[in-house]
């Protein structure tokens, strides 16, 4: 077997270390960091894309993280657990919906303060929420109202008498 050459050696460890610091660059800066402070919970319809780890936001800036998602199987709602910075406290009339990052965008969760005096506890649950709205359906419906606005307009065309 053919000894290797050192100036190889070192090319190769230079590479490896290289490779390493960009490895642990993009894990240190995937914006994906939890925010530890207190635990609120809410409940919706429907929470289509919304997944562990997404961002909870106020007035657009980034405020919690999503920690778990699940079933409630009493009334079969998705139930959503996320905390909050220590800093911000929430009122007890603010509302949760769940929106998207543009049309190809991820979801989050964004938080609307109320204007209540009373501040949501650690573990305390936001009572009005809005669900995902699902993009397919919006475009099915679309869809489907326009095919039937061309329909009655070429029925009403065929049955008009011409001038």
């Known amino acids: ?51 562990v ?4 936001r106020v007035a657009g800036v980034k405020v919690g993280t999503v920690s778990s998602a699940g079933v409630d199987p009493k009334t079969y709602q998705a139930v959503v657990t996320f905390s909050i910075e220590n800093a911000l406290k929430v009122p007890k009339d603010s509302s949760a919906e769940i929106t998207s990052d543009g049309m ?4 989050f969760l964004a938080l609307v303060p109320g204007g209540d005096e009373k501040m949501l506890a650690d573990g305390g649950e936001v009572a009005i929420t809005q669900s995902a709205v699902s993009l397919e359906q919006l475009l099915g419906k679309f869809i489907f109202s326009v095919n039937d606005l061309t329909t009655n307009v070429q029925k009403q065309l065929r049955t008009e008498p011409s001038k």
């Open 104 to 107: 190809l965008g991820g979801k």
């Open 53 to 56: 780890g997404a961002d909870v």
């Open 1 to 51: 077997m053919a000894q290797r050459n050192p100036t190889e050696l070192i090319a190769g460890a230079a590479v490896l270390v290289v490779a390493l610091g960009f490895l642990g660059y993009a894990v240190a800066h995937t914006g994906r960091t939890t925010i530890s402070g207190y635990t609120l919970r809410a409940k919706f319809d429907r929470i289509d894309g919304l997944a």
